[in-house]
């Protein structure tokens, strides 16, 4: 059962093996999958890949940056994505109806989300941005055999 609410979507993408230097390779690319989306605000973990990238896509798609330490870390254990999990619902609720543009610290979303969501997205490469949309439900969109957003 649905909500009355719009869900959110929220585009889950892991920056931790985006160095500095190659950032604006990757904003190249996911500026190109997300031209045509309305993008509310980028949600991102404070490490120096995420931050530029973050910072980039938000001037791109002229939207704000929101810089969350709690999205900062590396292999996340069932502590980090009880975290993970707040944060996103969190995205979720202050951005229904909306897109929001997540960047974690983690080198590939798929374990994080995989605790999360129950069902699997790996299968990822690091620079994969996995689509969820969120209402009372938490739905994987996009995955290993799904289109990309």
Known sequence: MS??????????????????????????????????????????????GARAVARDLSVRLGCPVQLRPDLDDGVPGQGAASTLREVLQ???????????LVLLGAATPGDALERIVGGTSRGHRDTDLVELEVDEEWRVVTGPDRPSP
Request: proline share 4%.
């Open 3 to 48: 909500s009355l609410q719009c869900p959110a979507t929220l585009l889950v993408a892991a920056c931790g093996a985006v160095a500095e230097a190659s950032a604006a390779e990757v904003v190249r690319d996911w500026y190109a999958q997300l031209a045509h989306r309305r993008v509310a605000s980028v949600w991102s973990a404070p490490s120096a």
């Open 90 to 100: 969190e995205a979720a609720d202050l951005h229904r109806g909306e897109t929001v």
